[in-house]
């Protein structure tokens, strides 16, 4: 077997990387060009294994003992650092906790106004009993770099596309008043409001046909077919949708043709 110091030079593993790694690199390239190991060349290839196994140790264990000895010779300079940096932390906390309650006090006072600007706005504004503060405040109008008049233009803006929602609530749904519930609470979302009470109303329906046919259900059953043209001009989506469910709970059959 091959004498271990020869494997490396008994020197620091980092002044002569480009030899240990140039050496390793041979040695583990030549194990792998063996395409078929057999009893012959086993014993071979076993002892490279443990040859480069122990290259690795002696290579780890150097990395170890010259870190332990690197650290204890700058320990002094880390416990120095580290006492600079906790006085720089506890010298400053009191004075850091005065900035922070003042800009907080800066930003309660930002919001008075800011509230006070949009109370002055909405005053004889269309809905000003419906659209409230909260709905319009978020906490970066607080920040110094956001001017009132910018808030200012933001609120004409945000106000007007409200008035639009609401409008259309008015002019375009059959229960305006439930809509616009809906409108206020769920972050004024229009679209969202709308699918919100269409599914609301979709179960109310189904609900209310099937308790009325329970309650009207007959005493005694039969078929008969009966020819019924029923022509409506005009009808909500939504109650149509009410129409068709409870025609179908009631076992009806029904053509539906929409006359242009």
Not at 96 to 114: D, G, I
């Amino acid at each position: 077997m091959a004498d271990e110091n020869k494997l490396l030079p008994q020197v620091p593993v980092l002044s002569e990387y480009e030899i240990v790694k140039t050496e390793l690199k041979t040695k583990i390239e030549k194990l792998n060009a063996i395409t078929e190991l057999t009893e012959e060349n086993k014993k071979e290839v076993k002892t490279g294994i443990a040859e480069i196994n122990k290259v690795k140790d002696r290579i780890s264990r150097y990395r170890i003992d010259e870190t332990n000895r690197f650290l204890e010779y700058i320990q002094p300079y880390i416990d120095k650092c580290k006492e600079l940096e906790k006085l720089c932390d506890t010298g400053l906390a009191d004075i850091k906790k005065k900035v922070k309650e003042l800009e907080e006090s800066e930003k309660a006072l930002k919001k008075t106004t800011v509230q006070k600007a949009f109370e002055l706005f909405m005053e004889n504004k269309d809905y000003s009993n419906l659209i409230k503060f909260e709905m319009f405040f978020e906490e970066k109008m607080c920040n110094k770099t956001v001017s009132l008049n910018v808030i200012q233009a933001q609120l004409e803006t945000w106000y007007n596309q409200r008035k639009s929602d609401i409008d259309f609530i008015k002019k375009q749904a059959d229960d305006s008043d439930k809509v616009i519930a809906i409108y206020l609470k769920n972050g004024l979302n229009l679209t969202q409001a709308i699918e919100t009470y269409q599914e609301q109303f979709k179960s109310e329906a189904e609900i209310a046909a099937a308790m009325a046919s329970e309650q009207a259900a007959p005493t005694q059953t039969f078929e008969k077919k009966i020819n019924l043209v029923v022509h409506i001009k005009q009808l909500p989506k939504s109650k149509g949708v009410a129409l068709e469910q409870f025609l179908k709970n009631l076992g009806v059959e029904y053509t539906l043709e929409v006359v242009k």
